[in-house]
C-alpha cells in the first residue's frame, strides 16, 4: 500500500549540483523522521521514466523536485499538468510526460503534483554539489517541510513563471 504523500528527487550523485534532487529526498527523509513513514513515500532515481507514472497511483500529492540552470535562486515551485512533450521517449522524461502516461494507464487525472527545481549552476562529471548549490538545497528544504504538513505557500503555474 501506497503512503499518501510521494516525495521524488531524481539527478546523478556525481555531476556536481545535478545532486540536488536525489540529495533533497534523502536530506528531507531524515528531517521528517521515523513517524513520517506511514504517510510519505521517498523515491530518488537516476531520471524519470515511463514506469514512474505507476508510482503516482493512490497519493493524494506528489513532488517532484530537481536541479535546473534556468529556474529562479534560490529555487522555483510550480504546477506541472500532464502533457506528452518532445522529451516523451522511453528514458529521461519530464513530470508532465509521466502524468500523461498516468493518464493514459488509468484513464484519470494524475494526483495534484507540484514540481521543486532547486538552482545549480556547475555539472561537471566527478565533482561534489557548489557551495551555493547547497545553500539553495537548505532553503528548499525549508520549503519542502511545509509541504509535508501542508503548509507550503502554493505554487505558481508554468505559465507565471514564464512571465517572472
Known amino acids: 500500500m501506497s503512503a499518501p504523500l510521494l516525495v521524488f528527487g531524481w539527478g546523478n550523485l556525481s555531476r556536481g549540483d545535478d545532486a540536488l534532487g536525489p540529495l533533497f529526498v534523502q536530506q528531507l527523509r531524515l528531517l521528517a523522521g521515523a513517524d513520517a513513514g506511514n504517510r510519505v513515500d521517498f523515491l530518488e532515481d537516476y531520471q524519470l521514466q515511463v514506469e514512474h507514472a505507476l508510482d503516482l497511483a493512490s497519493r493524494e500529492r506528489v513532488l517532484f523536485v530537481d ?71 537548505a532553503r528548499a528544504l525549508a520549503w519542502g517541510q511545509a509541504w509535508l504538513e501542508g503548509l507550503a505557500a502554493p505554487p505558481i503555474t508554468l505559465s507565471e513563471a514564464a512571465h517572472a
Do not use: K, Q, W
Not at 93 to 118: F, G, K, N, Q, W
Open 67 to 137: 536541479a535546473s540552470v534556468n529556474c529562479a535562486m534560490p529555487f522555483e515551485v510550480t504546477t506541472p499538468r500532464p502533457s506528452r512533450d518532445t522529451s516523451f521517449t522511453t528514458h529521461a522524461i519530464s513530470p508532465e510526460a509521466v502524468m500523461h502516461v498516468y493518464r493514459d494507464l488509468y484513464h484519470a487525472e494524475p494526483p495534484p503534483c507540484t514540481l521543486l527545481a532547486i538552482r545549480g549552476t556547475h555539472f561537471e562529471l566527478g565533482a561534489p554539489p557548489g557551495s551555493l548549490a547547497l545553500d539553495h538545497l
